[in-house]
C-alpha cells in the first residue's frame, strides 16, 4: 500500500517531533520531512512534492495563513491547519477555510501543546482523508468569500439559478416549517453557499449543527451574519426560535429544540457524544422528530464520517420531511451525504450551489 506522505510545517521543535510522531504511528502514514516556517515550507513543498501538509497558523517569517495562499496558488497541495482557541485564533482559521485548507484542527492548550495527543487520533484521520480530496476542490473553495469584515459587507452573494425542482404531493405547504443543516469538512463554504440565498423574510427557522470545537462557532456565526440576509448566530440556552434568522449549534455543545406554549426553544447541553461528535447532527435530528406541529426540511452536506444518517432515519419515520443531500461532485468530502444516501431516505441530491434554491421550493 503506498504511503501518504506529509510535511510538517511548525516553528517549535518539540511539537514538530511530537506531531512527527503521533504521525508515523499510522502505518498509512509517512513523515517525509519538516519546516520551520512558511518560506522553508514553500521550498519544500515544490521539491518534496508531499500530498498532505499540516501547517501551525501561528509562525515567523512568513505565518500559516500567507503560506497557506502561496501554497494554493504556486503548489496545491491539501492541507491541515493547526490552530489557537483563541478569538484570533478562531478568525484566522476561517480565514484558512477560505483560502482553500482541507480543514483544521484546534490545539488543545496553546501554541505548545503538551497534551497533543488528545488530538492525536483526529490528525491522523484529518490527514488520510485529505490526501483523498481533489486539490481541484479545494482551490475552487479558496476563492469563495471574503475574509474579513471589511470584504465582507461589499461581498457579492453567490446565487444560483432557478431550476426546476418538483414538490413531492406529500409534502404539507400549509405546515409551519423548520429548516436543519448539518455539515462538517468543507461545511463553512458550504455554508456560505447556502444561507447567503435565503431572503430576509424566509418563513422558517434555521437550524445548522457544523462540526467544530468550542470557541470557532461564534466567529464563524460572525462572519456569516456580515454577508447574509438572514441573521446569523450562535445559538443561546432557552431563546426563542425565530423565522428568518440561522442559529448554528456551539462547539462543545448539542443542539436541541422544546416546546414553550407554540413556539419553539433552543436548549443545549452537554450530554455525551455521539458518533466522536458534540453537536452532533444526529442528535439535533432526532429532537426535532419529536416536534408533533412542523414539517422539515433536512440538510446534509460535505463531512466525514456518518453523522445525520440515523436521525434522518427517525426524522422520516416521525415526522413530514424532505431530504437534500449534497452531490459528490462539490462535496469537500463526501461521507457524510453518501451514508444519508445510502440510507434510501433522500429525496433530492443537489450541487452545493443549487441547494439553497432547493431549499426555497419547500418555504
Not at 42 to 66: A, F, H, Q, S, Y
Not at 97 to 121: C, N, T, V, W
Amino acid at each position: 500500500m503506498k504511503k501518504i506522505k506529509v510535511l510538517i510545517v511548525e516553528d517549535s521543535a518539540f511539537m514538530r517531533k511530537l506531531i512527527s510522531d503521533f504521525l508515523n504511528e499510522d502505518p498509512r502514514i509517512d513523515v517525509m520531512g519538516t519546516a520551520r516556517n512558511g518560506e522553508d515550507a514553500l521550498l519544500k513543498i515544490k521539491t518534496m512534492k508531499p500530498d498532505v501538509v499540516t501547517l501551525d497558523i501561528e509562525m515567523p517569517i512568513m505565518n500559516g495563513l500567507e503560506a497557506l495562499k502561496r501554497i494554493m496558488n504556486e503548489c496545491p497541495t491539501p492541507v491541515v491547519m493547526l490552530s489557537s482557541t483563541t478569538l484570533e485564533g478562531a478568525e484566522n482559521t476561517l480565514r484558512a477555510m477560505q483560502y482553500g485548507a482541507f480543514d483544521f484542527i484546534a490545539k488543545p492548550s496553546g501554541a505548545i501543546s503538551l497534551d497533543l495527543h488528545r488530538i492525536k487520533e483526529e490528525l491522523k484521520e484529518k490527514v488520510v482523508e485529505a490526501s483523498k480530496t481533489s486539490v481541484h476542490k479545494l482551490q475552487k473553495n479558496s476563492i469563495i468569500g471574503k475574509t474579513t469584515l471589511s470584504e465582507a459587507k461589499g461581498y457579492s452573494k453567490i446565487k444560483p439559478k432557478n431550476r426546476n425542482i418538483s414538490v413531492p404531493y406529500s409534502w404539507n405547504s400549509a405546515s409551519k416549517k423548520l429548516i436543519c443543516i448539518g455539515t462538517s469538512t468543507g461545511g463553512p463554504r458550504a455554508l456560505q453557499y447556502v444561507l447567503t440565498n435565503f431572503p430576509k423574510n424566509i418563513d422558517a427557522p434555521i437550524l445548522v449543527v457544523q462540526h467544530m470545537p468550542p470557541g470557532f462557532t461564534k466567529s464563524l456565526a460572525s462572519r456569516l451574519d456580515t454577508i447574509c440576509d438572514v441573521h446569523v448566530k450562535e445559538a443561546e440556552e432557552g431563546e426563542i426560535i425565530q423565522k428568518g434568522t440561522v442559529y448554528i449549534a456551539p462547539g462543545g455543545y448539542h443542539l436541541k429544540v422544546r416546546k414553550v406554549g407554540s413556539s419553539l426553544a433552543i436548549r443545549l447541553d452537554q450530554t455525551p457524544q455521539k458518533n466522536g461528535h458534540r453537536p452532533s447532527v444526529d442528535v439535533m435530528f432526532e429532537s426535532v422528530s419529536e416536534l408533533s406541529d412542523y414539517s422539515v426540511i433536512a440538510v446534509i452536506m460535505t463531512g466525514m464520517g456518518s453523522d445525520g444518517a440515523k436521525g434522518l432515519m427517525e426524522l422520516k419515520k416521525n415526522r413530514n420531511t424532505v431530504c437534500i443531500a449534497e452531490s459528490q461532485e462539490t462535496s469537500i468530502v463526501f461521507g457524510m451525504p453518501k451514508a444519508a444516501i445510502a440510507t434510501n431516505m433522500v429525496d433530492i441530491v443537489e450541487r452545493v450551489e443549487h441547494i439553497g434554491d432547493a431549499i426555497l421550493k419547500y418555504c
